[in-house]
């Protein structure tokens, strides 16, 4: 199975990077957030003195980030991997109208490789987006400003969240993709799931700033945790005890995500590539 597996994701990632026009909306995507919103949105331009009084806010607010794009930076990342993770599938839906699915589903191919095969090139993709996201944020004036005990170790257990957070999306939307018949139903589907997601999550503000009803969704969203779990490290490079526990609990939530999500997925993914 791990043949066939590999077959079918380095055919959908030879797809993928040959047509760059596929590759640069998501690059594009997280540059408009990281600019025009974290500058448009900045909490620090509320006051007309900026300065002293705008740093307050990001430390008492923001976790101590000293820029508000150092707080966003992970949100676009999670956001972007929502996104690309939801539409993603939209390859999927496209082989199975034009048949080559139906072809796979007759050839001497595990029902799972195919299912696993959209999972992997999928996560593929969107870590390979959030890594230039990555960067934008580095480089871009008033970015992302790491600490200065940021080692390779933070910067593994920063995508380290951010891939457990994309591999449950990634199992879900799959085995969403090999249910649905067509394009539109796809992304009907996907645009109704991935608003919520978005805005019932601390990517853009904490939840602290939340109605009650709204924080308690906020703390159960698998974004909020992945962003947490990022954030302290990007804030703070090396983490206190109290610090360490907050994020090995959000990467147990995102683990145990990412592993139901696969079972569910699995399931309707199964049921999805019977033979018609």
Known sequence: MFRETLALTLRALRKWVRNPASIMPGLFTSLFYLILFGNSFNP????????????????????????YITYLASGVICI?????MAFGGIDLVLDRQLGYLSSLLVAPIP????????VAQNLVKVLLLSVLTFIVALVIPNGLELPSSFSSLAFVGVFGAFIFLGLGLSFIFTALALSVRSIDSLVAIVNFLTLPIMFMSNAFFPPSSFPDWLRTIANLNPVTKANEAARLLLINGSLTSAQLSTYEMDMVYLVGFSALLGVLGYLAARRALRPE
């Open 44 to 67: 620090t331009n509320l006051f007309s003195s900026g300065g002293s009084q705008g740093s307050s806010v990001l430390q008492a607010a923001f976790g101590g980030a000293p820029t």
């Open 111 to 118: 029902r799972a490789a195919i299912f696993l095969s959209g």
């Open 80 to 84: 972007i991997l929502v996104f690309n």
